[in-house]
């Protein structure tokens, strides 16, 4: 399949959109349906990338998140493998969302990246995330 540049840029804002309307109803359906002083917290844009990572090991930052009473967190990072780590220590508490950068590809020039739908095909395949999340155009 031949995709141009525009293609991916498309694709991904409707994945966005997607995701923040599912976000928007869940978000919805738990206000509607539980009594206000039982409302869970969801951060759902957290970024933990390499330059964190010495100063906030994954547990460090579950313990923050309980001691804030924030229940779950959407992450992402740069490199893509803090995200792997909050995920693979606590499955239920974060949930994996995928961007399109990494070493070399930045927000400036990810649309524009040769690789890209290579590299989101590739990591999306693996069952691991459940959106792409935190692209700049």
């Known amino acids: 399949m031949v995709v141009g540049e525009g293609d991916i840029a498309v694709r991904l804002i409707t994945l966005s959109a997607m995701l923040a ?3 928007i109803a869940a ?16 951060d759902a844009h957290i970024h933990y990338s ?17 001691d804030a009473g924030i229940a779950g967190a959407a992450i992402s990072s740069s490199p893509d493998d803090g ?15 995928l961007r399109p950068y990494r070493e070399g590809v930045t927000s400036t020039n990810w649309a524009v990246d040769p690789t890209g739908e290579r590299y989101l095909d590739e990591r999306l395949a693996s069952g691991r995330y459940e959106g792409i999340g935190e692209v700049h155009f």
């Open 21 to 23: 309307l599912i976000a």
């Open 50 to 66: 390499e330059p964190s990572w010495k100063s906030y090991p994954p547990l460090k930052i579950c313990g923050l998140l309980r």
């Open 83 to 97: 995200t792997r780590r909050l995920v693979s220590l606590n499955r239920t508490r974060f949930v994996a969302v």
């Open 27 to 42: 978000a919805v359906i738990a206000v509607t349906r539980a009594p206000a002083s039982r409302l869970a917290i969801f």
